[in-house]
Structure formats: C-alpha cells, structure tokens
C-alpha cells in the first residue's frame, strides 16, 4: 500500500473525475475507480468534490446521469470512517427531473453537502460575437460569462427544491466582480468559485470582490454573508408564494451540519 498523504497546513480540497482515457468506461467500472480514488485521503482533504460530468469526456455524457448510478457510487462512499465533506459537481439545469433525480440519490448520505455547478455540455451562443458554426467545430465547452444566466438559472433552481438545511450551493459561472458574487449569493449560493476571471485579472481579484462584496451589503443592511442567501429566490422568499416541494417546505434553511 502507498504511504498516506500528509495533511498540508492550508485546508486541502480534492476532486475526483472520471478521465478521457480515449476508451469510454462502463458504469461499473467508472464507480469501482472513483471509489477507490478516494481512499488514499481519508482523513488528510477537508473536503471533496465529485465530477459527475466532465465535458472533456469522450461520450459527452455520464453514467451519473441515471441516479440509479449515483445512488450506487455514494453508497460505495458510505463504508468509509473519514469520509469527507462531498459535494457533487453538476452540469447547470433548470430540469425538474433531473435536479429531483440527483437530490433524491444524494439524500441518504449525511457527508454530502451541496452542490457545485460544472460546465454546460453544449456552447452558450448568446451574446458572442463568433459564428455558431465555428464554436461547434471546436471540442470541449464554453466558460467564463457565456454560462452566467445558465448558471444563475441553475443556482435558483436547485434552492428552491433542496433540502436547505443539509445543503448547498456552490455558485460558478461568469463571476467577474462583486455584483456577480452578490447576485448568486441572493439567488441561493452559499459559496462562489472563480476560475475564468483570474485568467484576465490576477489573484487580486478576489480581494477586490471581497471589499466590494462589504460594500453591497453594508448597503443592503446585512451583517452575514448567509442573511443574503436565496433572499432574491422567488420560489423561496417568504413575500412570495411557498414552495411547493416537501423537501424545502421540510427545511426552509438553516446552517449546515458539518
């Protein structure tokens, strides 16, 4: 066996994908590997995120698209003592079906926490100045502001039909400033990540939208980044009319168990 990692003294994230290979991989064995991939961090990563599509892969789809699958993945998880914090990387969808299928394949296991938006599977055209037919010659996907109103779509979504009191968001997609952050954050995001942006503005952006993030809500007459959440969700604020899924009627917030 394989000496196991030292923890660092930063918190560590890791993220387990299925990789193109060049072979496309039963479903099987995708689940045995993924598993498998896990164990040598028990007890070093802070938390974990599971890739259930990656647009680089060979077939465009995921055998975690049936939650049949990844009800089956998440119970290889389940044996293990150290389990870390999970949450599971998804592509954006507004899809009833498909954002029940997941919530309901997830629900039996306590280590995972939420959710975190990937990339589309298909190219954003709107607003882009290159040709539909050039960007479909091109392998892979779009990112960065393309995927902003997907994503924020997305995000208010899966707020309203999640169990917000074990759950949540991971909000992606075009963030390139404080009023982007903000904007997820009302819509039902917990937390933000940024990739795009730091190409084009450097690690002092995140500085920079923190202060700008202050500013909003010294404005706004908030305290705590989580009095902002899902505040601008029109299936979840309470001046509007109640959610109709059990699960959030059942959990209409709260912190989340760690």
């Known amino acids: 066996t394989q000496p196991r990692p030292a923890r660092p003294p930063v918190p560590l994230g890791i993220n387990l994908v299925e990789t ?92 995972v926490k939420g959710i975190v938006f990937g990339l589309p599977t298909g190219k954003p055209y709107e607003g882009l100045k290159t040709p539909p037919q050039v960007l479909d010659r091109m392998p892979g996907t779009l990112c960065g502001r393309p995927t902003r109103a997907l994503s924020d779509a997305s995000i208010q979504a899966w707020y309203s039909r999640m169990d917000r009191g074990r759950h949540v968001i991971v909000g992606t997609g075009g963030i390139f400033n404080a009023e982007d952050v903000y904007r997820k954050i009302r819509l039902g995001a917990t937390l933000v990540q940024v990739y795009t942006a730091l190409v084009y503005h450097g690690p002092t952006l995140v500085k920079r939208i923190n202060r700008g993030l202050c500013r909003l809500m010294t404005r706004d007459g908030l305290d705590r980044i989580a009095d902002a959440v899902g505040v601008d969700n029109p299936h979840t604020n309470p001046n509007t009319n109640p959610p109709a899924n059990p699960r959030s009627a059942r959990n209409p917030g709260g912190a989340v168990d760690a």
């Open 20 to 111: 193109n290979t060049g072979r496309p991989a039963g479903a099987e064995e995708v689940v045995e590997e993924l598993v498998a991939a896990m164990r040598p961090f028990l007890g070093v990563a802070d938390y974990a995120t599971l890739n259930l599509n990656c647009p680089n892969t060979t077939s465009g789809r995921s055998p975690f698209d049936e939650p049949g699958t990844l009800g089956t993945l998440l119970s290889g998880y389940a044996d293990y003592d150290a389990m870390p914090p999970t949450f599971l990387k998804v592509v954006p969808t507004t899809d009833p079906a498909t954002i029940e299928g997941t919530l309901s394949a997830m629900d039996p296991f306590h280590f």
